[in-house]
């Protein structure tokens, strides 16, 4: 009530704006931050509770029904799944159940969890469930329904909250439309909960990054200790990558399985509910239904050729923020901007590059080790572009040149791997064949990251924009390059998991045979696989998702939410 002692007056019309889901007041109470990632940004993944939620919601959810008009509504009776809208308040609701008794409505909203201990909340009912039946009643009552109470079941303890519909409730539903209109108006999302008890559970905490985005945002004094950052983002994805190779194979689908049928009549089989990414090599066959089923789970298909060149990949729109994509324009079209990203990007590459030839060489190169950590901090300092690529250039000139001495002597039992120095397009040596297939690879990884937050891979700060160049995956892949690509050839070459009889020779060109592919894809998959530190957060995690949150890191930095980019620096 205001201070005349009146109720408060609801908004005008918002007939030409789109109406609020109740359900999504309920996040915007919950935490402003989740509201602006899943229904502004459009961000989104799924976790334990969210399937278990929708498991609860799945009998009631099953067959939409219709309420009978406000006129004709009889004097008992139940309708599961309803849909009502409310122009004058500018929301629309899709209530679980709706029960009619003695021509009264009244809403009721099945919930997971267990309801509050009631000395801790106002009514026994969490404030976002309050607000979401509150929403809902209004819309039921401007439709002209009579409605003076809404029921929260509470399926983990089994209890049903009555919310009665009264001024104040009536006032924070106002209150909560008002801010989410204001979110949605700001592509920027509000800062993370600090050190909350809500992050854990939440299904975007590795979207969010809220702990990590934090400790980014603080001002440091030199010499301080580093804040603390909770283990929130699960070390890897519990789905993995698929890769089909065999020559003649098709992929069909079966409900939720992939079928794959070989040439010899064999078949294997593949859960789309376990698979990341579907990688097909050379001439494979992929039904539509497959290509359908697999982007209507967020799981991309990348094609590759028979030798490992990278043709591109096909993914959902569910990825595609507006925002990110409208800074990440504005950035590349900004000189500075670029020119800061690009120095980090190279600078990342020549220190982890220098940390491998360090770690594995043998008997140290002192000059080359030197000369790499110098160009290190000319790149830092570069500037303008041409100069930072010339530096970029003069490292790798420095580093392959120190690559072979990485490489374990010849065994003869396994042929000889001699190398003089990168070439390419095409490879010309074994080596080289290696490093040009990892690279692939990883540029695929660093695609399907990109897209999963949001970017335009084309559109890059280090690379410059060229027709058919994914220049941002180049950019992001930069650092890695010596930690996942060099390091996963080091490994398969020295252990001997591929050997000299691994590969083809035609033309002048070297590629990897069959065999040898799926020797090296499993050494590829291992280092994926692989937990580390993260240097700027101490906690650890998979290349693979190291991959996302860098990419995740780089966004917010174009969005303005952090101030710089934080390479990913193994020591």
């Known amino acids: ?64 029904e219709e309420l009978p008009s406000a006129a004709d509504i009889p004097e008992d009776w139940k309708a599961r799944s309803v849909t009502v809208s409310s122009q004058a308040e500018g929301i629309i609701a899709k209530i679980d159940l709706v029960e009619v008794t003695d021509g009264r409505v009244r809403p009721v909203d099945y919930k997971r969890g267990a309801a509050p201990d009631p000395a801790k909340a106002p009514g026994g009912a969490w404030p976002a469930d309050r607000v979401q039946i509150g929403a809902q009643a209004l819309a039921l009552r401007d439709a002209g329904y009579r409605c003076d109470a809404g029921e929260i079941y509470y399926a983990a303890s089994k209890t049903k909250v009555v919310v009665d519909v009264d001024d104040a409730l009536i006032a924070e539903v106002r209150a909560a439309v008002a801010l989410a209109r204001r979110l949605q108006a700001d592509p920027v999302p509000p800062p993370p909960l600090v050190d909350s008890p809500k992050c854990p559970r939440c299904s975007l905490v590795g979207i969010c990054l809220p702990d990590e985005m934090n400790a980014l945002r603080q001002d440091k004094e030199e010499g301080s200790e580093p804040p603390h950052v909770r283990r929130l983002v699960p070390s ?34 593949a859960r789309i509910r376990e698979m990341s990414h579907l990688s097909v090599f050379g001439h494979v066959q992929v039904t539509t239904g497959v290509i359908q089923a697999l982007c209507s789970r967020d799981v991309g298909v990348s094609f590759f050729s028979s030798g490992g060149w990278y043709y591109g990949s096909l993914a959902s729109l569910s990825g595609v923020n507006v925002h990110t994509r409208i800074a990440q324009f504005r950035a590349a079209a900004d000189p500075d901007k670029s020119l800061a990203l690009a120095r980090a990007f190279v600078r990342g590459k020549i220190l982890n590059a220098r940390t491998l030839v360090r770690r594995n060489a043998t008997a140290k190169p002192r000059t080359a080790l030197s000369r790499l950590k110098q160009l290190a901090d000319d790149a830092g300092r570069a500037p303008g572009l041409d100069t930072l690529l010339g530096i970029e250039g003069t490292a790798a000139r420095i580093y392959f040149e120190a690559f072979a001495a990485l490489l374990a002597p010849p065994d003869p039992q396994a042929g000889r791997f001699d190398f003089e120095g990168r070439n390419r397009r095409p490879p010309r040596d074994p080596i080289n064949a290696l490093l040009s297939f990892a690279y692939a690879l990883l540029l695929r990884e660093c695609r399907v990251a990109l897209l999963k ?81 993260h240097p700027v957060f101490g906690y650890r995690a998979s290349y693979r998702r190291v991959l996302e949150i860098q990419a995740r890191l780089l966004s917010r930095v174009l969005t303005g939410a952090i101030p710089s980019y934080p390479g990913f620096l193994t020591r």
């Open 453 to 533: 937050v949001g970017f335009d891979p084309t559109i890059g700060f280090l690379h410059q924009p060229r027709p058919g160049r994914p220049a941002l995956a180049l950019d992001l892949m930069e650092e890695f390059r010596p930690l996942i690509a060099d390091s996963t050839v080091l490994t398969a070459v020295n252990s001997g998991a591929v050997s000299g009889q691994d590969f083809l020779q035609a033309a002048g060109a070297v590629a990897l045979d069959e065999v040898g592919r799926r020797a090296f894809l499993a050494a590829y998959e291992r280092r994926m696989g692989q937990e580390v530190q």
């Open 1 to 64: 009530m205001n201070e005349r002692g009146e109720s408060p007056k609801p908004p005008p019309s918002l007939s030409d704006e789109a109406l609020i889901p109740a359900r999504m007041l309920n996040e915007v109470v919950y935490c402003p931050r989740l509201f602006h990632l899943e229904h502004v940004g459009r961000e989104w993944d799924d976790s334990a509770d969210t399937i278990a939620g929708r498991r609860v919601h799945r009998r009631v959810d099953a067959r939409p």
């Open 236 to 269: 890897d994805d519990d789905r993995h990558p698929c890769y089909v190779q065999a020559s003649g194979a098709m992929v069909t689908k079966s409900g939720d399985v992939l079928q794959i049928r070989l040439r010899d009549g064999t078949r294997q089989e």
